[in-house]
């Protein structure tokens, strides 16, 4: 059974940084990925990051400039790094990782880690 766990969240100031880790059990990257995605309170969960590959890291464009996402095959796990948060920011950022179905992929999400940006 696919577990994922988030990690890494907190409160900052603005300005200030944090790296959440996602780390799988019973899961292998394949070609479907992972992805980060967050959700702002009253707001659709959005996408972050898609990740196939160490060379193919989709980043939809929030924090632009601010977020990198990155990927430990080995683990089986990925990271996105994010710098000089703002207010904005905050939400409960999940991971999803990708399993393989007969005709696509389907997501497993993990519990989610909030981040909570203060001015």
Known sequence: QVKVVESGGGSVKVGGSLMLS?????YT???CGMGWYRQAPGEERQMVSHILSDRDI???GIG???????QDKAKNAIYLQMNRLETEDTAVYFCA????TRD???NVWGQGTQVTVSS
């Open 58 to 60: 989709y980043m939809s």
């Open 22 to 26: 996602c780390t799988t059990s019973g």
């Open 104 to 106: 696509s992929c389907t």
């Open 97 to 100: 990782a990708g399993v393989p």
């Open 29 to 31: 990257f394949n070609s």
């Open 64 to 70: 632009q400039g601010r977020f990198t996402a990155s």
